[in-house]
C-alpha cells in the first residue's frame, strides 16, 4: 500500500490555471474509476472536491475538475483564488480493497 | 444538519488499548458505508479502516490489520475504532468520515467530523 505520488508543491497567480497530478500503478488509480480528490485547510477537516475521476459534488465551484490518464489523475484549478489556497490529497481504490492516499500538496497562491 | 462527533481520544501508553467513537446524526446512518481515516502531526492523510452500511464487510490499512476493528452500530447512529496494542507511530489525528452517497463503499467520502486526537507516548 504504496502511497500515491503527488508534487509536494504548486504555486500560481491569481487568476492562473494549475494542474495536480497524482501518480500511481495499475492496482490503484489506473485500474479502477474510484479517484478522489480532497482539500484541506490548516487546521480543518479535508473537503472532497472531485469523486470518480471527475465528478464535482454539489457545491464545490466549477473551477475544478479532475482527470485521468494511465495511471496518472489530474486536479486542475482555474481561475485561482487566494482560498484555493490549501492542502491537496488525492485517494484510489486500490486492487487490495483497500483505499491509499497521495503524499498531498500545498498550493500557494501567489 | 448532517453532522458526524468524535471522541474518545486521548494520551495512551505503547501497547495499550482505546476506543474511538463517532456519533453520527442528520442523516440515516444504516444506508452509508464509514471510514476512519488519520493524520499524524505535521502529515498527509492515511486511510485507515472502512465498513459497509450494514456492517457486513470491513476492510482494513496494512498498517493496522490485526491491530484495529472497525465496527458500527446502527441503532445508536455510531461508528467504533478499537485500537489495541497501540504504537508511537499511530499518533495521529483520527477522523471519521461518510461515503458520499447510499449503499456504496467506493471511498468518495464526502462528509468528515472535526477530528480526535491520539497521543500513544511512554
Known amino acids: 500500500q504504496s502511497a500515491l505520488t503527488q508534487p509536494a508543491s504548486v504555486s500560481g497567480s491569481p487568476g492562473q490555471s494549475i494542474t495536480i497530478s497524482c501518480t500511481g500503478t495499475t492496482s490503484d488509480v489506473g485500474g479502477y474509476k474510484y479517484v478522489s480528490w480532497y482539500q484541506q485547510h490548516p487546521g480543518k477537516a479535508p473537503k472532497l472536491m472531485i469523486y470518480e475521476v471527475s465528478n464535482r459534488p454539489s457545491g464545490v465551484s466549477n473551477r475544478f475538475s479532475g482527470s485521468k490518464s494511465a495511471n496518472t489523475a489530474s486536479l486542475t484549478i482555474s481561475g485561482l483564488q487566494a482560498e484555493d489556497e490549501a492542502d491537496y490529497y488525492c485517494s484510489s481504490y486500490t486492487s487490495s480493497t483497500t483505499w491509499v492516499f497521495g503524499g498531498g500538496t500545498k498550493l500557494t497562491v501567489l | 444538519q448532517v453532522q458526524l462527533v468524535e471522541s474518545g481520544g486521548g494520551a495512551v501508553q505503547p501497547g495499550r488499548s482505546l476506543r474511538l467513537s463517532c456519533a453520527a446524526s442528520g442523516f440515516t446512518f444504516s444506508t452509508y458505508g464509514m471510514h476512519w481515516v488519520r493524520q499524524a502531526p505535521g502529515k498527509g492523510l492515511e486511510w485507515v479502516a472502512g465498513?459497509?452500511?450494514?456492517?457486513?464487510?470491513?476492510h482494513y490499512a496494512d498498517s493496522v490489520r490485526g491491530r484495529f476493528t472497525i465496527s458500527r452500530d446502527n441503532s445508536k447512529n455510531t461508528l467504533y475504532l478499537e485500537m489495541n496494542t497501540l504504537r508511537a507511530e499511530d499518533t495521529a489525528v483520527y477522523y471519521c468520515?461518510?461515503?458520499?452517497?447510499?449503499?456504496?463503499?467506493?471511498?468518495?467520502?464526502?462528509?468528515w467530523g472535526q477530528g480526535t486526537t491520539v497521543t500513544v507516548s511512554s
Open positions: 468520515s461518510r461515503e458520499d452517497d447510499v449503499w456504496v463503499t467506493a471511498g468518495n467520502l464526502g462528509v
Open positions: 465498513i459497509w452500511y450494514d456492517g457486513r464487510n470491513t
